[in-house]
């Protein structure tokens, strides 16, 4: 009896990890193999993409600058994080600034932030870079640990 409850306990744990950790391989990109929690050099080019995505996602409410003073912005209390602001924006890791795109503010006591759980991947780790260049002179890498 002991042993079929051992089985269970070990199954059901074992469906969450495929759950948590397996979701995010759409595609299973060729380059760079599995590894998830390496530094990322980050490229000009990838700056661009970051830049494309913050466009189409957060300069409604962070504003073209980070600022925090998109068009959405006006109404919302408390307003979007002043993205340029080192003092605030450096207390997160890149993995906390990827876990609040894709989870939303929420997970930080703002539930005014939306989530975005389609941008992941290297589309992800693009938009972190692009973020840290708001309010970094230079990105040299970018290290979202286990967040894919
Ligand atoms: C609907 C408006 C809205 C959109 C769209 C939005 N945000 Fe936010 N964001 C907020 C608000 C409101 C806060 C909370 C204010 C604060 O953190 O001081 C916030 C906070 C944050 C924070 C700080 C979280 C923390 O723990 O302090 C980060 C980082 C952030 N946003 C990044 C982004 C990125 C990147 C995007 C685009 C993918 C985005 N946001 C889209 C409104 C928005």
Redesign the pocket.
Known sequence: MRTMIVIIVSFVACLGVVACGGGGGDGGDATGGSSTSAAVNVTPAMLERGQEI?TM??V???GPGGKGDGP?AAT?N????D?TDPALMEN?TDK??GQ??QQG?LI?G?P???S?PH?RGDDLVA?VAF?RSLHRDTVESVDLEDLQ
């Not at 408390?78 to 994080?81: A, D, G, I, K, S």
């Open positions: 913050y996602n957060c409604p409410c962070h959405s919302l408390p307003p979007p994080r993205h997160l906390r600034v609040t795109v503010g930080s703002y005014n932030m939306p975005s941008i938009l973020v």
